[in-house]
């Protein structure tokens, strides 16, 4: 579809970006309730789009109904989860070491310590999630949570989505009194803008979820600023699965079933797609690889996101499937057609795929590898070949995990979310979970997309010290006024 929106021009985003530093300091003295408050009318005003923001995504990403409508609960869901991560207020760190002025031989001061937020973020929509990683998303609900501004560059494959978004969003904010550009909104689909975006004076952070091409170009603009500033750029991922030997003797049929759903899911526009399976050769791989094969072979292609991503898809799969040594295991019995995408599953030797770096490389699709590897040395040599990811799963049974100590020892090393006997796709939004991973899954391992502790990417520390009560940050005052959780003097107290 083609995207009718204004482009936005460098001046003009440099005066959207000044808005935003305006905005965020009068951000800053908003209450804990009132900036809760505005993320729960951001909910609400999405869902009072109805039906109507549904169809039009699905009109600009060939994604089903029921697909979009999980993922918009999503987006609502992490906003209000957001406010209630801020009611709760333990989030700020705050931890306090009270004044020690009788120690010897030096006296202690007073020093308190908390999260503070560090400005305009600037957050780029992906393509592949509409809702729940584009406008309103976790980078979007996450930033306005940790005190920021935010400016989002919509994603020109679902223009027109985003602006629906946008409308709510500024819904909101009238209606909760916040500052008026603490949210922006601008359009774009030349790499001048994204440069633009990230090298206006006033940014201090950026969020994106996209290629590692794009990831590492924003980057890279940040690193030539006068000052760099943190980039979150989440990127490419292969997931690798290993099956190990016991569970492909015993349940290679039902493992098959599981995987030919995973790996063509969504046409296989996850970052968590299974794109690479390891383990060691065998009946039980030959059985699973069969199995699997008749399955890929039953799932009918369907429309990608946009014509940009099928012809990627297209030219990365067909020069894979080219690379010597490479097996077609099976694919869609049914011929594709204008975007649609034909699953594959494929097979390769381990020394072959050691041998090859271009068999490492993402296939964004319902595109699958498996690594057949000649025994458990190998396999561990070929995982450790493989770059940073967002997950790694390992299928077993416990007779497996016993006998496999060494492997399962090096999986927390390459991913930032490690699964046993279950699929990556599927992103559960709560405290615990971990959507990141080593480069170059993403640009800063250290730091989730998903999940409470998304916030972190926006904030820093700040410690106060010796400071009079009554100017110190209510999270950091003596009567703990807002009553939340705080480390004092090593103990934690309420």
């Not at 869902?47 to 979009?68: F, H, V």
């Not at 409308?167 to 209606?175: H, L, N, R, V």
Request: aromatic share 6%.
């Amino acid at each position: 579809m083609a995207n009718h929106f204004k482009e936005a021009s460098v001046e003009e985003i440099n005066q959207v970006m000044q808005q935003a530093q305006t905005a965020f300091e009068a951000y800053q003295k908003t209450s804990v309730e009132e900036k809760s408050l505005f993320l729960e009318a951001i909910a609400h005003e999405i869902e009072a789009i109805g039906d109507a923001l549904l169809q039009k995504a699905s009109e600009e990403t060939n994604l089903p109904l029921p697909r979009l409508t999980g993922e918009r609960a999503r987006t609502t869901g992490q906003l209000r989860m957001f406010a209630t991560m801020l009611r709760e207020g333990s989030w700020v760190e705050a931890t306090i070491d009270t004044a020690l002025p009788n120690r010897a031989p030096l006296p202690r001061p007073d020093l308190r310590k908390m999260l503070i937020p560090l400005g305009p973020v600037v957050v780029f929509g992906a393509s592949n999630f509409p809702f729940a990683y584009s406008t309103a998303g976790g980078d979007t609900a996450s930033a306005l949570a940790g005190g920021c501004s935010v400016v989002v560059k919509a994603h020109p494959a679902h223009a027109e989505t985003s602006e629906l978004v946008y409308g709510a969003i500024k819904k909101a904010i009238a209606g909760t009194g916040m500052p008026e550009h603490i949210f922006q909104h601008v359009h774009g689909t030349s790499f001048e803008s994204g440069k633009a975006l990230v090298q206006a004076d006033d940014t201090a952070a950026v969020g994106f979820t996209g290629s590692t091409v794009g990831g590492l170009a924003l980057l890279e603009y940040s690193s030539k600023r006068k000052k760099p500033i943190p980039v979150f750029s989440e990127m490419g991922s292969t997931n690798p699965v290993i099956f190990l030997p016991d569970t492909l003797t015993s349940n290679a049929a039902d493992l098959a079933t599981q995987y030919a759903g995973s790996i063509t899911l969504g046409m296989g526009q996850f970052c968590t797609n299974p794109g690479l399976m390891l383990a060691v050769e065998g009946d039980g791989l030959n059985n699973f690889l069969d199995s699997l094969g008749k399955g890929i072979e039953a799932i009918k292609p369907a429309k990608m996101l946009h014509a940009g991503i099928h012809t990627a898809y297209e030219k990365k799969s067909q020069t894979a499937l080219r690379q010597d040594g490479v097996e077609v295991i099976e694919q869609s019995a049914t011929e594709a057609t204008d975007i649609e995408a034909r699953p594959v599953v494929a097979k390769v030797s381990g020394q072959a795929f050691l041998a090859n770096p271009l068999l490492h490389e993402e296939v964004f699709g319902p595109y699958s590898l498996m690594v057949s590897c000649k025994d458990e040395q190998e396999l561990i040599k070929v995982l450790k070949s493989v770059s940073g990811q967002l997950t790694t799963t390992v299928m077993g049974t416990d007779a497996d995990f016993a006998k496999h100590s060494n492997l399962l020892q090096v999986l927390p090393a390459i991913a930032g979310r490690v699964l046993f006997n279950g699929v990556p796709t599927g992103v559960e939004v709560c405290a615990s979970m971990v959507h990141g991973g080593p480069f170059p899954a993403t640009t800063d391992s250290r730091f989730t997309a998903v999940g409470i502790n998304a916030v972190k990417r926006w904030v820093r520390p700040v410690c106060y010290q010796n400071c009079p009560d009554s100017l110190l940050p209510l999270a950091l005052q003596e009567a703990n006024p807002t009553g939340i959780w705080r480390m004092v003097d090593n103990e934690w107290k309420k």
